[in-house]
């Protein structure tokens, strides 16, 4: 059963500590988990490692948590709008595995079914293949991707009820769904809970069962890059 506290804080009491593995959803700074990245920064816990598209920006969402050095590797597709990312990686101080963007949302989709690993053509005959096991299928190479599973799934809806189930807004349902099936334990911030029944069943995008805690968040929603055209 889904338990709803009054804030970010609240929801991560007693779980949060060193060397967990969390999943961030969010693209870019669109549908980021603002209130979970900000309690984990105040919390202080470290050698983290951050599955997440990318790592946000120099001062706001996953951004932050570079400031304290929090964060020991990113699982990650894109990471190229943070200077503190890059000099922190140049100086060896933090550990990345770069994942193309459509092999991350299936190595999470497949951690969250259950699936230890699968073939994929993408990123053979690159440096994205080292190390890994090549197979051939119908006269094409493959190369194996695993599962990924995560201690924490922290994201942010638009919506749920008090049942957990979720309704995502647009793009900013982006990795969520998917990162909720694929940890022990999800948090879910939200813009608004409502009374059981009154989401329609067939709007809902994941089901209340991976909801484990819930609480209503306020949101800045900074947009991370400003682009301005000259009116006539």
Known sequence: MVKIYNNADEALSGILHDDLTIMAGGFGLCGIPENS???IYDSGV??????????????FGLGILLERHQIKK???SYVGENKT??????NKEIEIEFNPQGTLAERIRAGGAGI???????GVGTIVAEGKEHKVFNDETY???????????????????????????????????????AAKIT?????EIVEIGEIDPDYIHTPGIFT???FKGSFEKRIERHTYSERA
């Open 212 to 214: 484990h805690r819930l």
């Open 37 to 39: 990245i900000k309690s």
């Open 74 to 76: 990113m699982l990650s």
């Open 187 to 191: 948090i879910v911030e939200v813009e």
């Open 85 to 90: 990312f890059e000099q922190q990686y140049l």
């Open 46 to 59: 470290k050698n983290l490692t951050i599955i997440s598209n990318n790592c946000g920006i120099d001062d």
């Open 143 to 181: 190369i194996l991707e695993t599962g990924l599973f995560a201690d924490i799934a922290i994201i942010k809806a638009h919506k749920a009820d008090k049942a957990g189930n979720l309704v995502f807004r647009k793009t900013a349902r982006n990795f969520s769904p998917i990162m909720a099936t």
């Open 116 to 122: 230890a690993g699968f073939y994929t053509k993408t």
